[in-house]
């Protein structure tokens, strides 16, 4: 009896699917000199570390999503390798071969693998793989062989390659931005794979890309002209036979063959239908190609209009320093003027790692002066000589419990500082925070965290472009776009384009 009881528990735990997990995020900026090295992912690995598979329910990613809707499905989940950092510039050779080299090295380990899900960005870029998430899928793909059903995450802002089409067998990217449907994508994506073990469905995909450069700054899919085609790509996904839709706008730091927006649709078996309704889709896109216009005020214009509003606070969101975009994180173009304009009650944050230094130094209540942002390499603006005290020193971790951009929960940017800066008054205060790790700004939490309280003030620089609404919207009075100078300038014809391939429109376009 006990053999028998043990044989047949034997044959129930064959009987569930054993899926490997891999994730490996990078947005890598191709136009920031600054290099991405190993030391700036975060990085877990190991098939034994059971404790990452915990870690990764408590978040709002698409990991979060293959974890919850794998556990739903009865799948042996094994975790193989995590890795994400900050966007900023290309990833170094050895990072990338260290991060896929893992992976790849802990799937081929797997006796009786079932499937395979993988959470990838889609805009990595390094040296030798300008398309370096294609690289990723075509060594897993190898490592696997053709029949291992293989299903692909990316982020909204993916570059996509057809090839990556052809080496999965079911890729589908975030529908949103600001990206808050991350956790759901990653549900979609492990229900489609369980559905294929189950040999329900026979995923067939196509890609169609649009050959116009989508404008981040028209990349907010709650308004339009991207709102309604997004809103057709999600009621595509409630018809017959579709199993994702996914349109992704793509991202325009990137000098790669595949920049700019791309269409993917799964069917079950319908190939003919997935090419024709993502032709659909994307035809939907050039007809809109004409309203992608860029009319962004100067950091002077935005600055002496939000001074002028009549409420507040006023966010002028600081594109060409759009941190989540891989920028430098301490370009002063709004700062300056700020401090030129003498605004009072307005809230900058930056990434000076010298200052934070220095205001430890001094202590908290003492003076601070020193020029601050406009270091890195890669910056284009100058620093900026700020005359103040040190208000408060932090650790620099916070947690984001809501579903923001990104489904990031546990934040670090490093240590910090809190100036009360020149041009204070008791009942409004100007206050910079210095940070030692570049920090996109997807959660108040970061201000919050340093005792700073958004609603409090009229100017909250904020450097991002769409991303940052999830958390800025319920707050602020007023969003303003800004034409700042950086990597990450919105105007594309800042930038030189050398692998791009020939005849996407937009690509050249210049500020009206
Ligand atoms: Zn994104």
Redesign the pocket.
């Known amino acids: 009896m006990r053999n028998y009881v043990t044989l047949a528990s034997m044959l129930a735990e064959r009987k569930r699917h054993q899926v490997a997990l891999g994730s490996i995020m990078h947005?890598s900026n191709s136009f920031n000199c600054q290099p991405t090295g190993l030391s700036a992912f975060h990085f877990r690995r190991g098939s034994s570390d059971q404790s990452m598979l915990a870690d990764w329910r408590t978040g709002n990613s698409e990991v979060t999503g293959f974890v919850e809707e794998g556990e739903r499905c009865g799948f042996q989940l094994i975790p193989t390798i995590y890795a994400s950092a900050t966007p900023s510039g290309p990833v170094t050779s050895a990072a990338f071969e260290a991060l896929t080299n893992e992976l790849v090295g802990s799937i081929v380990g797997l006796a009786n693998l079932d499937g395979v899900l993988l959470a990838l960005h889609g805009a990595m870029f390094t040296e030798a793989f300008p398309q370096a998430d294609e690289e990723i899928v075509r060594r897993v793909r190898t490592a696997v062989g053709k029949r291992m059903p293989l299903v692909v995450t990316h982020?909204?802002?993916a570059n996509i390659s057809p090839a990556v089409v052809e080496l999965s067998d079911v890729l589908l990217t975030y529908q949103l931005?600001p990206?808050t449907d991350t956790r759901q994508r990653g549900i979609r994506a492990a229900s489609i794979l369980s559905r294929m073990l189950a040999g329900e469905v026979r995923p067939r995909q196509a890609i169609v890309k649009p050959p116009v450069l989508w404008n981040i700054v028209h990349q907010n899919t709650s308004e339009e002209p991207l709102h309604s085609i997004t809103a057709a790509s999600i009621a595509l996904e409630n018809c017959p036979g579709v199993l994702a839709a996914s349109v992704a706008c793509g991202y325009q730091y990137n000098d790669v063959p595949y920049v700019g927006p791309s269409v993917v649709v799964v069917t079950d078996g319908d190939a003919d239908l997935a090419s024709r309704e993502a032709q659909q889709l994307a035809d939907r896109m050039m007809a809109q190609r004409d309203r992608i216009q860029l009319c962004l005020p100067d950091a002077a214009k935005a600055v002496a209009d939000a001074l002028a509003a009549d409420r507040f606070p006023v966010a002028l969101f600081d594109v060409g320093d759009n941190v989540g975009g891989g920028s430098t994180a301490d370009e002063t173009a709004l700062l300056d003027e700020l401090i030129r304009q003498n605004a009072t009650g307005w809230v900058v944050a930056l990434h000076d790692p010298q200052g934070v230094a220095q205001a430890k130094v001094s202590g908290v209540g003492e003076k601070f002066e020193s020029p601050v942002g406009g270091q890195s390499s890669s910056s284009f603006t100058q620093p900026v000589q700020i005359r103040g005290v040190v208000r408060s020193l932090h650790q620099g971790t916070f947690l984001e419990p809501a579903v923001r951009h990104g489904g990031h929960r546990h934040w670090d940017m490093g240590n910090c500082a809190v100036i009360e800066c020149q041009g204070s008054t008791r009942e409004m205060m100007n206050l910079l925070l210095l940070t030692s790790e570049r920090c996109s700004p997807f959660s108040l939490h970061q201000l919050i965290s340093c005792g700073i309280y958004p609603e409090r003030h009229k100017i909250l620089v904020v450097k991002g472009t769409v991303a940052p609404r999830a958390a800025y919207e319920p707050v602020v009075a007023k969003i303003q776009l800004v034409d700042t100078p950086g990597v990450t300038s919105a105007n594309p014809a800042r930038f030189k384009f050398h692998r791009a391939r020939p005849g996407i429109c937009g690509l050249d376009l210049d500020l009206c």
Do not use: A, T, Y
């Open positions: 947005e982020d909204f802002h931005n990206h």
